[in-house]
């Protein structure tokens, strides 16, 4: 992979847990092209799925979409949720397990709308060029 | 945390049940229906549901003989645990024998062997292109044969430890320095003050102190790739007990 800014890998499963492996197998891949420690590569895995996972039950099963971008420092997955919400993040999310385990495995993660609707965003640090 | 003891009755067949088979026999006996329950548990999975049952009853005569009444935790919490393990570790072996071909299954273990020496070589662990280039294979193949590894290494949370003889649950209650991942997340996952003592060790490792998957790995004498299964694992364990959807896995028994 060369070049500071190539295209995002996007991908998009139903809001099922039986698909979150699909998730966790393209973040492997494309982790994988960067220069990323497989510890690090397999952190970001679990970071994506525990994002997944709390969409998929904060909306109650709604569709998923996945975007890995690559910029020179890290790989950001963002996870977006199908769905109008009220409140984004729900109440208790700070206090939540969700949180816990996703500000210990990404460098970042950051919970924010896109557009309308319910988003994820992690970023983990690639190795220095 | 103390459970409520078993019954004297009980207690008392174990007392004899070195000396006298006939306690032996009766322990069996009182108890093989847990072993049959949790059989049909693991049935529709390929596998008969005769043979299920008759590794539950070996898991079942295990726990028998290894139980320690002494240990403050009842017998069919601590027999549950034993039989749950050699169910997980039949299927599994079944399924890494029929479904990962064997040049990824060894690609797959020359890949566990190489990660801690080049981890100690470059002073972080490897990147895929780096194992690659060792174990002279394209990096596709090599994190195809690491997704296959991570399912093997599933089951082998209910594996012995590093002593062979002492399995996870004989681990428990022992100096836990894992304490205080309980007590800070006691409202965030309260099920964590449940899990055994190895995999509250690799949370309070890997969120407390920080420590990478492949200094964990050193820590607790396994390979990096199952630190992150048993990550994945606990949880999902843990997401699961607060409600959140996790992957359809089987859960040990509580």
Redesign the interface.
């Known amino acids: 992979m060369t070049g500071s800014s190539p295209a995002p890998v996007v991908v998009s499963i139903p809001g099922d847990?039986?698909y979150?492996?699909i998730l966790r197998?393209v973040t492997?891949?494309v982790a994988?092209?960067l220069?990323?420690?497989?510890?690090?590569?397999?952190?970001l895995r679990?970071a994506v799925?525990?994002a997944a996972?709390?969409l998929?039950?904060a909306t109650d099963g709604a569709a998923l979409t996945l975007e890995l971008r690559a910029t020179a420092q890290d790989l950001r997955a963002v996870v977006t949720a199908e769905a109008v919400v009220g409140v984004w993040p729900p109440e208790g999310f700070e206090?939540?397990?969700?949180?816990?385990?996703m500000a210990?495995?990404a460098d970042s993660s950051m919970v924010r709308l896109q557009g309308n609707a319910p988003a994820i965003e992690l970023r983990k640090r690639t190795?220095d060029p | 945390m103390t459970e409520p003891l078993d019954d004297p009755e009980v207690l008392g067949l174990f007392d004899r049940r070195a000396e006298d088979p006939r306690a032996r026999d009766e322990l069996v006996e009182r108890f093989a229906s847990l072993a049959e329950y949790l059989a049909r548990r693991f049935a529709g999975r390929g596998e008969p549901l005769d043979d299920l049952t008759q590794v539950a009853n070996l898991g079942l005569l295990s726990a028998i003989d290894r139980f320690d009444p002494a240990r403050e935790v009842r017998f069919t919490t601590f027999a549950a645990a034993t039989i749950v393990g050699e169910l997980k570790r039949h299927l599994r072996d079944k399924a890494w024998a029929v479904r990962v071909p064997r040049r990824l299954q060894e690609l797959g273990l020359q890949i566990g062997r190489v990660?801690p020496a080049m981890t100690q070589e470059l002073g972080?662990?490897?990147?895929?292109?780096e194992?690659a280039a060792r174990v002279d294979a394209p990096?596709?193949e090599?994190?195809e044969a690491?997704?296959a590894m991570h399912a093997y290494a599933a089951g082998s949370l209910d594996a012995p430890t590093r002593d062979e003889e002492v399995t996870r649950i004989d681990t428990m209650g022992d100096e836990d320095p894992s304490l205080e991942l309980v007590e800070a997340?006691s409202?965030?996952?309260p099920a964590v003050a449940d899990l055994p003592e190895r995999e509250r060790r690799v949370l309070y490792l890997?969120?407390f102190r920080g420590l990478?998957?492949?200094e964990i790995a050193e820590d607790i004498g396994v390979s990096?790739m199952h630190v992150?299964r048993i990550?994945?694992q606990t949880?999902d364990r843990?997401?699961s007990a607060?409600?959140?959807?996790?992957?359809?896995d089987e859960e040990a028994e509580d």
């Open positions: 847990a039986a979150l492996h197998a492997g891949a994988a092209r220069r990323m420690p497989v510890d690090s590569i397999e952190d679990l799925h525990e996972s709390y998929i039950s206090g939540s397990l969700a949180r816990t385990v210990g495995l190795l | 990660i972080r662990a490897p990147t895929v292109d194992i990096p596709d090599v994190l690491m997704d997340w409202t965030v996952a890997r969120f990478t998957q492949s990096q992150s990550l994945s949880l843990l997401r607060v409600g959140v959807e996790g992957p359809p």
